[in-house]
């Protein structure tokens, strides 16, 4: 871990790489809708997860955009990984932030529904898929802190961000939440 934010609404914002998070029960990943792996942050998870994972994902036929689907999480340091399918950017008036929102929304239930209290989540569709940061962010840390407080069971959630861009949409995204609150 290379740097953090205090905790607000139990979300922390982390610089790093979200496969070593050892606190968590559940790493998020942001998947595409075969699950099969791919680039990014669900490249890094598959190859540290191992061959059980893929073996796992084959099983499950694929995913919706805006849904996710949760598995066990081969030689990762948690239980679980909920791969979740967030939306291409084509604009933002083809449902992005509603799809977006959705497939948060979505792996905070399936971890709460799996006894999961810590949830470690990477920008859900800020890479290849071409969402802007700054929009992204918002929704990410409103779908967050709504579920959160919907399925009380998870009681912390930890985004794993790469870059200072990214790190600081969310931290304005977290700090415009909470003073709002």
Not at 160 to 177: H, K, M, V
């Amino acid at each position: 871990m290379t740097g953090t934010s205090p905790a607000a609404y139990g979300i922390e914002l982390l610089r790093g790489d979200i496969t070593t998070d050892t606190e968590a029960d559940a790493i998020v990943n942001a998947a595409n809708q075969s699950l099969l792996g791919g680039g990014g942050v669900d490249g890094a998870i598959h190859r540290t997860a191992g061959p059980e994972l893929l073996a796992e994902c084959r099983t499950l036929g694929g995913c919706e955009t805006g849904d996710a689907k949760i598995t066990g999480a081969g030689r990762l340091p948690v239980r679980h990984v909920i791969h979740a399918v967030g939306p291409v950017w084509r604009g933002g008036s083809a449902g992005e932030a509603e799809l977006l929102a959705s497939c948060y929304r979505r792996s905070i239930e399936l971890a709460a529904g799996a006894g999961c209290a810590v949830v470690a989540f990477p920008a859900i569709s800020c890479g290849i898929y071409g969402y802007p940061v700054g929009q992204a962010a918002g929704v990410a840390i409103g779908a967050v802190a709504e579920a959160m407080a919907e399925f009380g069971v998870v009681e912390r959630s930890r985004f794993w961000l790469f870059g200072d861009e990214t790190y600081a949409a969310f931290d304005r995204a977290l700090q415009g939440a909470v003073r709002r609150q």
